[in-house]
């Protein structure tokens, strides 16, 4: 066996076929499945811009809250609060806050509140539940506890949202 590496056959004839079998191999094979891995990608792409444009266009005010230039602020729930129920229409009478202390389980801080919002109508509530979360990605509502009609109107309701927020 070791007597094949000896022969210069193999250096001169053998490694060189090895080598056009490999480029050929990536002209026959390779390349074109590259670019049709492009042109699908391209096209992904642009369904994609068309959707975001789409929802731009559909809702503009998502722009508001990404501002480039400024940092990551502490979250407060009270600030919070406020700002996504002014950008929903809400007003500060219309809502009510409760928060608790900041605990610290297994290394990692949490902090509950609860917030109710009466009066208000079913789309003001999806929109500040989805602006909220939105604007605040370590935000969750960790339950619904309340969503009742108020009686003799078409669209008020009251609700309670109980929220957790991770540090």
């Given at each position: 066996?070791?007597?094949?590496?000896?022969?210069?056959?193999?250096?001169?004839?053998?490694?060189?076929?090895?080598?056009?079998l490999w480029a050929l191999s990536v002209w026959?094979?390779?390349?074109?499945?590259?670019?049709?891995?492009?042109?699908?990608?391209?096209?992904?792409?642009?369904?994609?811009?068309?959707?975001?444009?789409?929802?731009?266009?559909?809702?503009?005010?998502?722009?508001?809250?990404?501002?480039?230039?400024?940092?990551?602020?502490?979250?407060?729930?009270?600030?919070?609060?406020?700002?996504?129920?002014?950008?929903?229409?809400?007003?500060?009478?219309?809502?009510?806050?409760?928060?608790?202390?900041?605990?610290?389980?297994?290394?990692?801080?949490?902090?509950?509140?609860?917030?109710?919002?009466?009066?208000?109508?079913?789309?003001?509530?999806?929109?500040?539940?989805?602006?909220?979360?939105?604007?605040?990605?370590?935000?969750?509502?960790?339950?619904?506890?309340?969503?009742?009609?108020?009686?003799?109107?078409?669209?008020?309701?009251?609700?309670?949202?109980?929220?957790?927020?991770?540090y």
């Amino acid at each position: 066996m070791k007597d094949i590496y000896k022969n210069p056959i193999v250096y001169y004839i053998l490694i060189p076929v090895i080598v056009a079998l490999w480029a050929l191999s990536v002209w026959a094979v390779r390349l074109p499945k590259a670019e049709r891995s492009l042109k699908n990608e391209r096209s992904e792409y642009t369904k994609a811009q068309n959707i975001m444009l789409e929802i731009l266009t559909l809702d503009p005010d998502r722009l508001e809250f990404t501002d480039a230039n400024s940092a990551p602020a502490e979250f407060a729930y009270v600030s919070a609060v406020d700002k996504v129920a002014g950008f929903c229409g809400i007003p500060s009478a219309n809502y009510k806050l409760s928060s608790g202390p900041v605990i610290t389980r297994r290394g990692k801080k949490s902090q509950t509140a609860t917030v109710g919002l009466k009066d208000v109508s079913i789309t003001k509530f999806a929109k500040f539940l989805s602006s909220i979360q939105l604007r605040w990605a370590d935000l969750e509502c960790v339950q619904l506890r309340k969503l009742k009609k108020k009686a003799g109107f078409p669209d008020r309701w009251d609700v309670d949202l109980e929220f957790k927020y991770y540090y």
